[in-house]
């Protein structure tokens, strides 16, 4: 059951709906305002609402909207922002509790930046100094606010006090129903308060001891069987989106993948000290600053829609230290992915190498890194294609006359992969000396 709440269609849940019609008999009729009575009315209306038309959906081909408390936002492909009023006929299932400043309706909104000097913006430059993975967060913060199941979590994980919690309190504010569950607990009863929520915050993950499999389902748009108390089970499928933290990196049992593939992680790793911690860092934030907040999280919604097509990144897209994260904690090693990451191996902008030379450069990377075992030329290759960054790359640009390891003549192939200080793709080219001017004293900007 949903009903209008002038801003978005919210789900009621059988209590809320009995209360709602023991008010109206209260106040209609009086000599039936019972709690049979309620009971009996909502279960009347729920009869009556089985063949009424359903709630609509937002047309995905419309763009995305976000629905905010003075307008709808709708978010079009190329990124730009028209403010909407608030319409049925949308159909929103979920409210971002919160106001977009001087928005008009049918104007453009543009979100601002965020104030290099405000305490928002020195809580994210403490949190995160690497701004790749900043503005990953920033996706994975941005996600909440969006229509639909993305199917993957964001998972913060570090020690105590590295802001992650801080962060998923903020975003939590944002929403009209964010609830918190046990990760161990996620069955019976103590499902039942993710009906009608856009928004789960799980703080406190123990270890090897969480439920993967409804974890599983909830995240993958999978419908679940609800039990509620007192009240028939019902079927649920979720389109809430999931903020997991945890002291420790994810523990995950799963050997088909699935639930690897469900998260995102990011380790959170800068922390502060116990006696220069604000507790109220949260609430001061969203006092003096939940536009600023706000802004932020609107220009992630951009850059995914813009640049993503409204889905979340794809691994293969992920910064270097997030992808390297989700191969530890899958356990699975790869000296390929490591080298390509730390060495910034990619497209050239120009030079050539020859295969000789591409594993060789692996090779002095990998006699440096002793973690690594060993591996032969065969599997370096069909790893190394296989990285989406070097894929394109695969077919030589063109062979030149050589020798094979034994001497023999050949014609070895040439790819357009960069190594070392070769430029890359995108890359701007830094002056030569030649190339820079001489300054007589009167070009001095002083």
């Known amino acids: 059951m949903y009903g209008w709440a002038g801003t978005h269609w919210q789900a009621v849940p059988d209590l809320v709906g009995e209360r709602q019609a023991a008010t109206w008999l209260r106040n209609n009729y009086a000599d039936k305002a019972t709690a049979g009575g309620a009971r009996t009315a909502w279960a009347f209306s ?5 063949s009424s038309p359903a709630v609509p959906s937002p047309d995905a081909d419309e763009g995305v909207v976000i629905p905010t408390r003075n307008a709808y936002l709708r978010v079009g492909s190329d990124g730009r922002i028209i403010a909407e009023a608030h319409e049925r006929s949308v159909g929103m299932r979920y409210l971002v509790d919160a106001e977009a400043p001087g928005v008009r309706i049918g104007a453009e909104y543009t979100p601002a930046p965020v104030p290099a000097d405000s305490r928002f913006g020195r809580f994210l430059a403490h949190a995160q100094t690497d701004s790749d993975v900043l503005a990953f967060v920033q996706e994975q913060a941005a996600l909440t606010l969006m229509p639909g199941q993305p199917q993957i979590a964001a998972w913060w994980y570090g020690a105590k006090g590295s802001g992650k919690s801080t962060l998923a309190a903020i975003i939590k504010r944002f929403h009209h129903r964010a609830v918190a569950l046990d990760m161990k607990n996620l069955d019976g009863f103590r499902l039942e308060k ?14 090897g001891k969480w439920n993967e499999g409804i974890f599983k389902q909830l995240t993958g748009g999978d419908e679940v069987q609800v039990d509620r108390k007192g ?7 979720s389109d809430a989106k999931w903020i997991i933290c945890s002291n420790l ?5 799963d050997p088909t993948g699935a639930v690897h593939r469900r998260i995102a992680p990011v380790r959170w790793a800068r922390t502060v000290a116990s006696a220069q911690r604000n507790s109220r860092l949260v609430d001061e934030i969203m006092r003096d600053e939940a536009h ?24 293969g897209q992920w910064p270097a230290q997030v992808r390297r994260w989700a191969r530890e904690i899958r356990g699975a090693s790869n000296p390929v992915a490591d080298w390509i990451d730390s060495e910034r191996v990619g497209i050239s902008a120009g030079v050539l190498h020859t295969r000789r030379e591409i ?43 050589g020798q094979t ?6 014609m070895l192939p040439l790819h357009r992969i960069a190594l ?20 007589d004293g009167s070009d001095l900007p002083f």
């Open 194 to 207: 993710i009906i009608g929520a856009s928004l789960v915050v799980c703080t406190e993950v123990e270890r």
């Open 405 to 410: 390891a034994n001497g023999k003549r050949t």
């Open 292 to 315: 600023i907040v706000l802004d932020w999280l609107l220009a992630g919604v951009q850059r995914i829609v813009r640049d993503h097509g409204g889905q979340f990144r794809p691994e």
């Open 46 to 50: 729920k009869l009556l609402a089985a």
């Open 231 to 237: 009240r028939p089970v019902i079927s649920y499928t």
């Open 420 to 439: 070392g200080d070769d430029l890359r793709e995108g890359d701007i080219p830094t002056p030569t000396d030649a190339a820079v001017p001489i300054l």
């Open 249 to 253: 990196d994810p523990w995950i049992t």
């Open 359 to 401: 594993f060789g450069a692996f090779n002095v990377w990998a006699e440096a890194h002793g973690e690594h075992e060993p591996i032969s030329e065969p599997v370096f290759w069909r790893a190394f294609w296989s990285t989406g960054e070097c894929a394109s790359a695969k077919e030589p640009e063109r062979h030149e006359a």
